[in-house]
């Protein structure tokens, strides 16, 4: 017999299986306003990915400027400090 996990919507239509690639926040951290990095050795694990929170109203160029390189994930000096939540997929 076959083992596994389904979710389906209202609709019968599957929206969750065991081949759907989720997400896995694995922290946050304040940028502040100057430049920064952190070395994440769960990066490895996945396909990382980042996400910037800033207060409303503060346009996303004011905010830090983000990229990750291999299991570093770096951050620009910004007028406004934001919240960076990390993760992967």
Do not use: H, K
């Not at 994440?40 to 990750?68: H, K």
């Amino acid at each position: 017999m076959a083992a596994g996990f389904q979710a389906f919507n209202a609709q019968g239509e599957v929206l969750v299986d065991v081949n759907t690639r989720l997400a896995r926040v694995i922290g946050r951290i304040s940028s502040g306003t100057g430049s920064g990095s952190l070395m994440v050795d769960a990066f490895a694990q996945g396909r990382p990915w980042y996400m910037v929170t800033l207060e409303a109203g503060i346009n996303v160029t004011d905010g830090p400027q983000c990229r990750i390189s291999q299991n570093t994930l770096m951050w620009s000096a910004s007028v406004n400090p934001g919240l960076i939540t990390y993760g992967i997929s």
